[in-house]
């Protein structure tokens, strides 16, 4: 089946830009996603981009798509505490809407 | 303002014992999933279902059965509750049409298993 991989952790400075990176197997994906979970709190839809695409923007958000290497990217600029989360990257593929998702990286922001 | 809710937010069972999680949501969407969260393990299917009375299995079902009934309603159940689904649950739904098929999630309930 598909296969979604990110790493754990990362930790970064208030105010400086963060970069969570996502890998997949499923070269058929249409939509590619980054969700958002807060501490007790279920996942909100962050961004996404569809399969065609390279970049996007959006506001302190950029996504890069490298389609070639199955390699997604979310960069948040300017960093804040509020953004201390789990970003879950994720993959539509298959019928039925079924979304693949990763393991989710947690964000730490030092003040 | 687009609304899943779930029955609760934490429950705690016996080990055995046979366990309902309802999900309902507000916006008339044909898709319904619920997914299990587990620390290192992410989010894995458990179910899906893209209709009323229509159900899939997604990548884990073993120990777990779906209802669905009305379209607004999807049902997770576990015929005997087992210390290893102590885990976090997650609903969410979703439009089977349009353009990037947001999934809209519930806030989650926290099961233990004793």
């Known amino acids: 089946g598909e296969d979604v991989e990110q790493s754990l952790f990362l930790s970064v400075r208030e105010g400086d830009s963060s970069v969570i990176n996502c890998t997949y197997t499923d070269s058929s994906s249409t939509y590619l996603y980054w969700y958002k979970q807060e501490p007790g709190a279920g996942l909100q839809l962050l961004t996404y981009i569809f399969s065609n695409m390279d970049m996007k923007q959006d506001q302190r958000l950029t996504v890069l798509l490298n389609k070639k290497d199955k390699h997604l990217s979310l960069r948040i600029a300017d960093t804040q505490t509020g953004d201390s989360a789990i970003y879950f990257c994720?993959?539509?593929?298959?019928?039925?809407?079924?979304?693949?998702f990763g393991i989710g990286t947690k964000l730490q922001v030092i003040p | 303002d687009v609304k899943v809710t779930q029955s609760s937010r934490y429950l705690v069972k016996r080990t055995g014992e046979k366990v309902f999680l309802e999900c309902v949501q507000d916006m008339d969407h044909e898709n319904m999933f619920w997914y299990r969260q587990d620390p290192g393990l992410g989010l894995r299917l458990i179910y899906f279902?893209?209709?009323?009375?229509?159900?899939e299995k997604g990548d884990i079902p073993e120990g777990y059965s779906v209802s669905r009934e009305k379209k607004e309603r999807f049902s997770l159940i576990l015929e005997s509750a087992s210390t290893n689904q102590t885990s976090m649950y997650l609903c969410?739904?979703?439009?089977?049409?349009?353009?990037?098929?947001?999934?809209?999630f519930g806030p989650g309930t926290r099961l233990t298993v004793l």
């Open positions: 994720a993959i539509l593929s298959g019928g039925y809407q079924k979304v693949t």
């Open positions: 969410a739904s979703s439009f089977n049409r349009g353009t990037y098929n947001e999934q809209f």
């Open positions: 279902s893209y209709d009323v009375k229509m159900k």
